[in-house]
């Protein structure tokens, strides 16, 4: 029986991914998490062959949990969950140690096949817009996506930013201090060479990394 435990702030997500999975008769959930505080307790009482694992909740993000949880069980495998398409951050989530990523938009007729996968075959599940986008970076180098200099939390700023929030709401989200959230912003600025958010938010959307 493989042994899952769904972590995403949104009880309704949660639910529709149970009602896939209770469909299977060898795959069973043991426990559902809304944060990474409550995921971190999960995982002291009992490891799953596999943790589902949103990519954007309030507090301590996808990203940055997924790097403690590695850290601490370097051997759990981890599906990365968003609402966001695979070019904002599936390539992110993989070289932080992911064995997938999935848009939620698609869950549904992938979930299960990724599932058995990571946990039966022990290998990564890549769809084909996350393989093209992994074959997009092999030429980082040369300096065409100047994002990807930034570091994860300075990318999610960027994107948030870009999508018209405020400091204070990205510094509530992220329960971090407004003067932070400017330091990243600054840091973000020095590195993209853009001196304004009207100069970030032209970039992200000529670059398709926020809604439009």
């Known amino acids: 029986m493989i042994k899952v435990i769904i972590t995403d702030d949104h009880p309704l997500i949660r639910e529709g991914i149970k009602n896939v999975i209770q ?4 795959i069973e959930v043991i426990g559902e998490a809304q944060n990474g505080q409550e995921v971190m307790e999960l995982l002291r009482k009992e490891i799953p062959h596999i943790l589902l694992l949103d990519i954007t909740m309030p507090g301590k993000n996808g990203l940055d949990l997924l790097k403690q949880i590695n850290e601490l069980y370097p051997n759990m495998r981890v599906l ?16 932080a140690g992911a ?8 869950y549904s007729d992938e979930l299960i096949k990724a599932i058995r996968r990571i946990t039966s ?18 030429d980082i180098t040369n300096g065409s996506l100047v994002h990807e200099k930034l570091s994860d939390r300075e990318f999610q700023v960027l994107c948030m930013i870009a999508s018209g929030q405020s400091v204070s709401e990205i510094a509530e989200e992220f ?10 912003r600054t840091r973000i600025k020095e590195k993209m060479n853009l001196d304004s958010n009207v100069e ?13």
């Open 23 to 26: 469909g299977e008769n060898d």
């Open 80 to 95: 990365m969950l968003s609402n966001h398409p695979e070019k904002r951050f599936a390539v992110r989530a993989l070289k």
């Open 200 to 212: 970030m938010t032209r970039y992200a959307i000529e670059n398709d990394l926020i809604d439009k």
């Open 121 to 138: 075959q022990n290998r990564k599940y890549i769809t084909d817009d996350v393989a093209e986008q992994l074959a997009s970076q092999v």
């Open 99 to 106: 064995y997938g990523y999935l848009n939620k938009l698609s």
């Open 175 to 184: 329960s971090l201090s407004p003067q932070t959230i400017h330091t990243y």
